[in-house]
């Protein structure tokens, strides 16, 4: 009998400084108006999270060994491209991905009005179902104190043979 496998990852951006020409990417949407968070590539802490999950599931090790940020060809990329990525190197290596689950950490963006389009973009990035929930942490740590965003995400893979 094969058991699944869990994974957890985590994912941290502090907001770009005021003025940035970046732009917001959650969930693999852009978030127009909002602060941007800063990083090598577009800073997604949900899309970097599940990806995250995913190796550590697989036994893959974590992001930052599979895109490390002395890799150019990852600078910029889309946090949904990576998250695709990282699912096809998981079922490369003899998984299949049951799901994933992120929690984003935070006080803004407000994710409710957009879970379903995001949920629905990770999970094609994936290929795999994608839930997401938002939570704040009342005011303390550098998330309370709007400085920045953290993801933390559940992964289940199962080996394929």
Do not use: Y
């Not at 963006?109 to 179902?129: C, F, I, N, W, Y």
């Not at 839930?131 to 704040?136: L, M, Q, Y």
């Not at 953290?150 to 199962?158: C, D, G, P, R």
């Amino acid at each position: 009998m094969k058991l699944p496998l869990v994974g957890i990852g985590s994912d941290v951006h502090a907001f770009a400084e005021e003025g940035s020409t970046r732009e917001m990417w959650l969930g693999g949407v852009l978030f127009p108006g909002e602060r941007p968070l800063e990083g090598h590539s577009d800073a997604d802490v949900i899309a970097h999270a599940a990806a995250d999950a995913l190796f550590s599931a697989a036994g893959l090790g974590d992001l930052g060994s599979n895109f490390g940020t002395s890799e150019p060809e990852w600078a910029g990329a889309a946090g949904s491209v990576l998250l695709a990525e990282a699912a096809r190197r998981v079922r490369a290596a003899g998984f299949e991905i049951g799901n994933v689950a992120v929690q984003v950490v935070g006080n803004r963006p407000k994710v409710g009005p957009h879970r379903d389009l995001m949920q629905e973009r990770m999970s094609r990035a994936a290929g795999a179902t994608v839930r997401i929930s938002a939570t704040t942490t009342d005011a303390l740590g550098f998330t309370g104190r709007g400085e920045g965003l953290a993801a933390i995400a559940t992964a289940l893979v199962i080996p394929a043979s």
